[in-house]
């Protein structure tokens, strides 16, 4: 079953598509019919969030389209500081893990 999830949830990452796309047909990891009906929900999906932010996006930022950039720098700094936030706070208790023992 996590085969179904995992070709839905590649759609959404670049590159994942096509990697995960090829490995379950070379390796036969799953019935085609399974396949494709996972296929068609994942492109259903990133297709209307594909369609839908940009619509809403460009709705947004029609008129200054410089505030879009400034939402999406800001968007990615703040992923980047989370991602290493939780790395750092992973990091802290695997040394106390290791100071206890």
């Known amino acids: ?23 379950c047909g070379y390796l036969r990891a799953m019935p085609w019919r399974r396949f494709i009906l996972a296929d068609v929900i994942a492109a259903t999906l990133w297709g209307t969030y594909a369609a839908l932010l940009g619509y809403i996006g460009g709705k947004q930022f029609e008129d200054a389209p410089w ?28 040394e106390a893990d290791a100071d206890s023992v």
């Open 67 to 94: 505030k879009g950039l400034l939402a999406a720098f800001a968007v990615a700094v703040g992923v980047s500081l989370l991602v290493e936030l939780v790395r750092w706070l992973r990091r802290r208790r695997l």
């Open 1 to 23: 079953m996590r085969g179904f999830y995992l070709i839905i949830i590649a759609r959404f990452i670049p590159g994942g598509r096509t990697a995960v796309t090829f490995s």
